[in-house]
């Protein structure tokens, strides 16, 4: 099925943008040629990008044999990454904004943090941390409303040289404390309450319900953001403003080593446990500057837009170190898509006149379902660059996106990566390649994509093909390590397939040599001998008027082998018949063919979603095969509520 997901329909780059753009089609050629040709003297030249205190003499030093695993780039090289991403910018562009604020209410003010405010703010940042004895090699949580102080938080430990992790806010006070303690964190910085969507979750006091399960030296910093009323514990709880009204807002960045750890992040949980993934000082900030400037074609001067949560790893890499790395403006948004109404991303896209906005599927679809009357009331001419990550992409979303948003002359990159690697591994480039609606198309400047066959380990080669996608070789921004946990990270990324990084994804090769992801390697169904992606049924499903959102998985089936099993959400006012069960079935007959055909289709009002907006297949997988009793770890499900009517409602197989 090797045809299905490709569409006729190619998008090549605009004259205008080709001209003005970074890298052109000659350019991208000749530049991912030599980056794989001669690695380290393209990583040599590109490092050139950052300000090192010493420089390094080894560009890379990589091994991925299991046992003996070790990723090393310009390890003897040092540096401060918050000395990047702001005192380096001061002589030329300290009054220029940083950090655009965007509040989660339209009726308070926005903030313009320019670069020398930035400067100040993070260093009374550093000084309350150092008071509070944190120092280099420290571990410190952040479990923060998405506000300016995140983002100070953030620098600050990179400045002192502490390791920041970040627990997105909307996690329970229990996933608060497994991180806390599993960092053994020495800090926990949070604020009062966060206001998100109109409503308040009381930070300050899921943090005090975790701190019971934690060490009592652990010590918590409470930022007001509201106001509100939280209980304060003495000797344990520190007031952030009264702390910084007194500090120095001079503090004399540390010198880092490359490989020093600059944070650990838990991964999303979409398929497992999360893993505590740990990136480092030089190669990170390396590959998040230049792939931020080359992947949205980045100009100096431009307003940068990134919806993600500082609480994922889009957040890090492109809300703050990226962008700041490269003395953009960027947006930091503490609302959400539909708060108040629907057209809230796009009047902050007016009112900031933002010129590269970047998103997940998961908001597209759900605007796309309000009409696009929200989006048309709004100016949008400023607008040159859109971007999706974190799921496939469904072509019906993707036209939307071009279509509605970027009134067809916006280049969309669809950039697949993952937590583990740092920053983008693939995207069309905006001025270089013509865009498929739904592939990631190209690998990124050192990155070698392999596809291989899932049970041999072979690589294949060609093109038009189907398999594991991993990599070969090491680049800059890759994970180093699982926290404390080495051999679950050898395990995880390096047993499978010998010799390469294994992504856990699925991929095609097609016609003309571009990537599309097919999902989780656990979501390749095979029925009846045929392979497929589940997310190609998803596609066709919620391409149909009446659907909103799908989710597919298979289920044993004693002559197929793998039936395939569809959860639908169907849209606002539409309702669940038989009727629509037959037409649905029939519907993906004939947009993909029969032997996609649904054994079962249930109605689910919702669908189990990770905070971060991904649909937990796993859990749909185990409720499909009737094995609800062991869920694994839901401690990361927006509404854990929802799996309860799932399994209530679930089709019966016989
Ligand atoms: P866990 O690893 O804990 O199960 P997760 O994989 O969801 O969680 P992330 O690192 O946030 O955690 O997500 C990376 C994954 O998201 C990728 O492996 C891929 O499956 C999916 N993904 C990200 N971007 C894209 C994209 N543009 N197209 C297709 N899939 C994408
Ligand atoms: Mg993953």
């Known amino acids: 099925m090797s045809d299905t997901a490709t569409s006729a329909k190619t998008y090549p780059p605009a004259p205008e943008m080709a001209a003005k753009a970074h890298v052109n089609a000659a350019r991208y050629d000749e530049m991912y040629a030599a980056s794989i040709t001669d690695p380290d003297a393209f990583w040599r030249k590109e490092a050139g990008r950052i300000d090192w205190i010493k420089p390094f003499t080894r560009v890379s030093d990589v091994n991925f044999d299991l046992g003996a695993v070790a990723i090393n780039w310009f390890a003897d090289g040092t540096l401060n990454v918050a000395a990047n991403c702001i005192d380096r910018h001061l002589a030329t562009r300290g009054e220029q904004t940083a950090i655009i604020w965007e509040p989660d209410s339209p009726d308070e003010d926005a903030l313009h943090i320019t670069y020398n405010a930035l400067h100040a703010n993070v260093c009374k940042m550093s000084n309350v941390l150092r008071g509070l004895g944190v120092g280099k090699g420290d571990r410190v949580i952040i479990y923060m409303p998405m506000i300016p102080e995140a983002a100070y938080a953030m620098l600050a430990c990179a400045r002192i040289g502490a390791i920041h992790s970040i627990v997105f806010a909307g996690f329970s006070p229990d996933a608060l404390a497994a991180r806390v303690n599993g960092s053994e964190a020495k800090v926990v910085i949070t604020a009062d309450h966060a206001p998100r969507g109109g409503r308040a979750t009381p930070l300050k006091s899921n943090a005090d319900q975790a701190l019971l399960h934690c060490s009592d030296k652990v010590k918590c910093l409470v930022v007001k953001r509201t106001g509100g009323q939280t209980t304060w514990v003495e000797g344990r709880d520190y007031d952030y403003n009264a702390l910084a009204a007194e500090a120095s807002d001079e503090c004399a960045p540390e010198e880092m080593g490359?490989?020093?750890?600059?944070?650990?992040?838990?991964?999303?949980?979409?398929?497992?446990?999360?893993?505590?993934?740990?990136?480092?000082?030089?190669?990170?900030i390396v590959y998040a500057a230049m792939t931020h400037e080359i992947t949205f074609d980045y100009h100096e001067g431009d307003v940068f837009w990134c919806t993600a949560d500082v609480g994922w790893v889009t957040g890090h890499?492109?809300?703050?170190?990226?962008?700041?790395?490269?003395?953009?403006?960027?947006?930091?948004?503490?609302?959400?898509?539909?708060?108040?109404?629907?057209?809230?991303?796009?009047?902050?896209?007016?009112?900031?006149?933002?010129?590269?906005?970047?998103?997940?599927?998961?908001?597209?679809?759900?605007?796309?379902?309000?009409?696009?009357e929200f989006v048309e009331k709004c100016d949008l001419s400023s607008l040159r660059l859109l971007g999706t990550v974190g799921e496939p992409i469904n072509p019906e979303a993707w036209n939307w996106y071009n279509d509605v948003v970027g009134k067809g002359k916006c280049p969309i990159v669809d950039t697949w990566w993952q937590t583990e690697t740092g920053?983008?591994?693939?995207?069309?480039?905006?001025?270089?390649?013509?865009?498929?609606?739904?592939?990631?198309?190209?690998?990124?400047?050192?990155?070698?994509?392999?596809?291989?066959?899932?049970t041999t380990g072979e690589e294949i080669s060609g093109n038009d093909v189907e398999g594991v996608l991993c990599i070969a070789g090491s680049w800059p921004g890759q994970m180093r390590t699982v926290w404390g946990d080495h051999e679950r990270f050898e395990k995880t990324y390096f047993s499978d397939y010998k010799g390469y990084y294994f992504t856990g994804d699925g991929c095609k090769r097609d016609a003309d040599g571009d990537y599309w992801i097919t999902g989780r390697?656990?979501?390749?169904?095979?029925?009846?001998?045929?392979?497929?992606?589940?997310?190609?049924?998803?596609?066709?499903?919620?391409?149909?008027?009446?659907?909103?959102?799908?989710?597919?998985?298979?289920?044993?089936?004693?002559i197929k082998g793998q039936g395939i099993y569809c959860y639908v959400t169907l849209m606002g006012g539409e309702e669940p018949s038989e009727e629509l069960r037959k037409e649905l079935r029939t519907w993906v007959r004939t947009e993909i063919g029969p032997i996609a055909s649904p054994d079962l289709i249930q109605w689910s009002p919702g669908l189990p979603k990770t905070r971060s907006g991904k649909i937990m297949r796993r859990i749909l997988r185990k409720i499909a095969e009737d094995d609800f009793g062991a869920l694994g770890d839901t401690s990361t499900l927006a509404d854990p509520s929802v799996v309860d009517d799932l399994i209530e409602n679930r089709m019966n197989k016989s």
């Open 258 to 284: 490359a490989e020093d750890p600059l944070f650990v992040l838990y991964t999303s949980g979409s398929t497992g446990q999360p893993k505590g993934v740990v990136h480092t000082t030089g190669g990170y």
């Open 317 to 372: 890499s492109y809300i703050v170190y990226g962008p700041l790395a490269n003395g953009a403006t960027t947006v930091m948004f503490e609302g959400v898509p539909t708060y108040p109404d629907a057209s809230r991303f796009w009047e902050v896209c007016d009112k900031h006149k933002v010129n590269q906005f970047y998103t997940a599927p998961t908001a597209i679809r759900a605007l796309m379902g309000q009409g696009k």
């Open 423 to 454: 920053g983008h591994l693939m995207t069309p480039l905006p001025g270089a390649h013509a865009m498929k609606p739904g592939s990631a198309m190209k690998p990124f400047f050192g990155i070698k994509p392999v596809v291989l066959e899932p």
């Open 521 to 558: 390697v656990d979501d390749v169904i095979n029925v009846s001998g045929h392979r497929m992606g589940t997310a190609e049924v998803e596609s066709a499903l919620v391409a149909h008027a009446k659907v909103a959102e799908a989710a597919v998985v298979g289920y044993p089936h004693n």
